[in-house]
């Protein structure tokens, strides 16, 4: 299950209100299901208020996969406009390299906005 922070933001003039435009951001979404939201037809990422987040475990000797899957899930989310990305990379001891991950999310600053780096351990 996906959890899902609701962001609400209010435009004001003065005292009148004139609009409430409503935010989702999904949390927790693994590579593989994001990827299957990707690809439905009417899919919810088609909104322009919704920002997806991943969370993507990557273990020392993983990189390779890693690159692979983010290269993949990047080209697929640029099929949507103005949509923004947010990834969690959950690490443990001992660390992956993380500079060919690093580089991948540099060259798509505009897509990936925001990048969290957590450690785990068993």
């Given at each position: 299950h996906a959890s899902h922070l609701f962001l609400f933001c209010w435009i004001s003039r003065g005292l009148c209100v004139c609009a409430c435009v409503c935010i989702l951001i999904s949390e927790?979404?693994?590579f593989d299901r994001l990827m299957l939201i990707c690809r439905?037809?009417?899919s919810v990422l088609l909104s322009s208020h919704v920002y997806p987040s991943v969370?993507?475990?990557l273990k020392r000797g993983d990189e390779d996969q890693?690159?692979?899957e983010m290269i993949q899930l990047l080209e697929t989310l640029q099929?949507?406009?103005n949509i923004c990305l947010m990834?969690?990379?959950v690490v443990?001891?001992?660390f992956?390299?993380?500079d060919g991950v690093l580089s991948l999310f540099r060259s798509h600053k505009g897509l990936v906005r925001v990048v969290v780096f957590s450690i785990e351990r068993p």
């Open positions: 927790w979404l693994s439905l037809p009417e969370k993507y475990y890693c690159m692979e099929e949507f406009s990834i969690t990379i443990d001891r001992p992956p390299d993380l």
